[in-house]
């Protein structure tokens, strides 16, 4: 409770609010839209960096993405989303995997989504504009001078790796944002927010929205077991994840 005060203060001051019980009942009145969008943006924790936990970019990599590649021959097209992106570090940070192979990924049609439910978290993203302090959290200095250029509001990445990557808001709640199945979504530090109903709603969504043959990627501190059946261990990487198919009453994975 101390946290959620804490976070909620400017609301408070904003709105002349004494307590969360008397926010909850002004968010129980019509009309409340402003005011439950800011408080979802400032209940939201937005704690991100590139390369967020190494271990699991190097096995993107040097096992996922050259195995996605190789499963994906055929179509020469590979989609990957970035699930609760906050300000874009993550798909960031797989854009510049992707173009540290560019010969590999030479004539591929390659899509990466980040997607948020935070409308200014989305804004800050797209404009990709980073600070000192966040563009060395993360970036060694090649990386920082080969990808961004520094300009008077920050960091800015250059225009081949900006326009790798698209931004748009979005609820885990509802369906995906793109009909098309992903080959990989990175879904990471984000469910441990979540109560269990709702956390299985999402692996719900998220299901939908992987290829039969795709995976999911789960921060080090999460995972599916005793979670939703949806999805089992891959077997082929920590946090990694394999959609379910049921056929003839019988549960598959590819």
Not at 74 to 81: E, S
Request: hydrophobic content about 40%; aromatic content about 10%.
């Amino acid at each position: 409770m101390w946290r959620i005060s804490g976070a909620l203060s400017g609301i408070f001051r904003q709105y002349d609010i004494s307590n969360v019980d008397q926010l909850v009942c002004l968010l129980a009145e019509p009309r409340a839209e402003e005011l439950a969008r800011n408080v979802v943006e400032a209940l939201l924790n937005n704690e991100t960096y590139f390369f967020r936990d190494k271990l699991m970019f190097d096995q993107l990599a040097e096992s996922i993405l050259p195995q996605l590649w190789e499963q994906r021959q055929a179509q020469r097209t590979l989609r990957i989303w970035s699930a609760g992106c906050s300000s874009g570090q993550e798909l960031y940070s797989v854009a510049m995997l992707l173009l540290a192979q560019r010969e590999r990924w030479s004539g591929w049609h390659i899509d990466l989504l980040g997607t948020d439910v935070s409308t200014r978290i989305i804004a800050a993203a797209r404009k990709g504009c980073f600070s000192q302090f966040e563009v060395q959290r993360g970036l060694t200095v090649s990386q920082m001078l080969g990808y961004f250029d520094q300009r008077d509001d920050g960091w800015c990445p250059q225009q081949e790796l900006r326009k790798m990557v698209t931004f748009r808001e979005h609820n885990l709640l509802e369906r995906a944002p793109v009909e098309a199945p992903f080959d990989l979504v990175l879904c990471r530090n984000v469910l441990l927010y979540f109560d269990p109903a709702t956390r299985s709603r999402v692996f719900d969504r998220l299901h939908e929205a992987i290829h039969p043959d795709g995976r999911l990627m789960l921060g080090a501190g999460e995972t599916v077991i005793g979670q939703t059946e949806r999805f089992v261990p891959a077997g082929d990487g920590s946090g990694l994840y394999a959609p379910i198919t049921v056929s003839g009453g019988l549960r598959l994975r590819a």
